[in-house]
């Protein structure tokens, strides 16, 4: 029960926050201005409602999926949860329950935010063009969205179980690297580009979504390092608090 209740609380933290609403209203906004002005339009010749054309805009939106799970990282590392943790503590629950917990929290809150961009993009394609073979999208959003924030989870979790505040700084360079492309295994935004521009569309903008094995095995690999991050550090830590 007591676990029930840290999560309700940890929830009703970092969803009604005013950074999260702030964040949460400038993704979706940016997400709708992209299928306006970008996806509509079709990637390289292919159909806007193309799993590229999808994959493009997901490689888009991604970089502001990744620094609201961030921000979410900070809260675990402030000096103020600092405080927090000292009188949850008290309840007698074990350090790596609490870590754990923390960090299911800071999931469902990437995967509701992740929920409400999506369910932008279905709504317009169902408005704009007619479209509801949504299913079609599972593969991009697994293979662009899942990796990328697990890797980055365990790298801000990593970072921020040295220094809290080195993650301020953590933020704004995994935003330009991903929107850039640059060290693209981490985005897979150049890799994906790349891929389709090597390629010519066919059968009226319908190119099949043949995605090299290469590409899927350093994207599992990405999220693979990003599980052993989060393990490490939630061991890390609870080596720490029970030497205190």
Do not use: H
Request: a positive charge; one cysteine or more.
């Amino acid at each position: 029960m007591n676990n029930l209740k840290i999560m309700k609380y940890e929830m009703k933290r970092l969803l009604f926050s005013k950074v999260y609403l702030v964040l949460l209203l400038i993704t979706g906004w940016f997400s709708y201005n992209v299928l306006k002005t970008k996806t509509i339009y079709g990637l390289n010749d292919t159909a806007p409602f193309s799993e590229w054309s999808y994959s493009s805009f997901l490689l888009d939106v991604n970089p502001f999926l990744l620094v609201i799970v961030l921000m979410f990282c900070t809260y675990i590392f402030s000096k103020k949860e600092e405080a927090v943790r000292t009188i949850t503590m008290t309840t007698k629950i074990k350090p790596t329950t609490y870590f754990c917990l923390k960090s299911i929290t800071i999931a469902v809150g990437y995967l509701l935010t992740v929920a409400i961009v999506i369910a932008i993009s279905f709504i317009f394609y169902n408005r704009v063009f007619q479209f509801n073979n949504f299913g079609q999208f599972v593969q991009p959003i697994f293979l662009i969205l899942i990796p990328s924030v697990l890797f980055v989870l365990g790298m801000g979790m990593f970072i921020g179980n040295i220094n809290g505040n080195l993650l301020y700084i953590f933020i704004p360079i995994i935003f330009l690297i991903t929107n850039s492309g640059a060290l693209s295994i981490i985005s897979g935004k150049s890799l994906v580009n790349s891929i389709l521009e090597s390629k010519v569309a066919y059968m009226m903008g319908n190119l099949a979504f043949n995605i090299p094995q290469g590409f899927v095995i350093s994207r599992i690999s990405l999220g693979v390092i990003g599980i052993l991050l989060i393990v490490s550090v939630c061991k890390a830590y609870n080596k720490s608090k029970n030497k205190v």
